[in-house]
């Protein structure tokens, strides 16, 4: 299996049963990177009633990206107020391009502050984080990502901290 083509290459499985088959997930890659997005305030854009602009822009996220580098070789989480996608070193401009793309087109549009960054999976797992994959089968030729491992929580710390996020803002 290839770095570039990891989740591609990703056998899929399709008996959901099997969820929770640790073994079967793969370790992501050291060199790819977490995108990940998240809008500020966003509790209080839901609570003054913008729960679909909030929505909106964490799908533009996705939709981006996938867009950019192809919606079957990058995995993603939505977050309701924001995305995590894993993406190939391979890809990581064309994926930053889109990404910032979307924080600007959410503050000009929506007058919404997105923050991003682009983390490398090697960092993640230097600060004692991993991140591991699996490829659920929806229907023929249409996948669902399993991501698990604390990872993604530590991306998502990371990226709400003004002073860590810096070196990947």
Known sequence: MSADEFYRELPSFSD????????????????????????????????????????MVGAAVIAAVLNSVGRDRVPFVFGGDGATLLVPQKDLEKGREALAGVVGLAWQVMELELRAAAIPVADIRAAGGDIRVRKYLLSPGNHLAMIVGDGLGISDTILKDPEAVKPYA
Do not use: M
């Open 16 to 55: 959901f049963s099997n969820v929770a088959d640790l073994d079967d997930y793969r370790a992501v890659p050291d060199d790819w990177y977490v995108l990940t997005a998240d809008i500020v305030s966003s509790g209080k854009a839901v609570a003054e009633g913008r729960y679909k602009d909030v929505n």
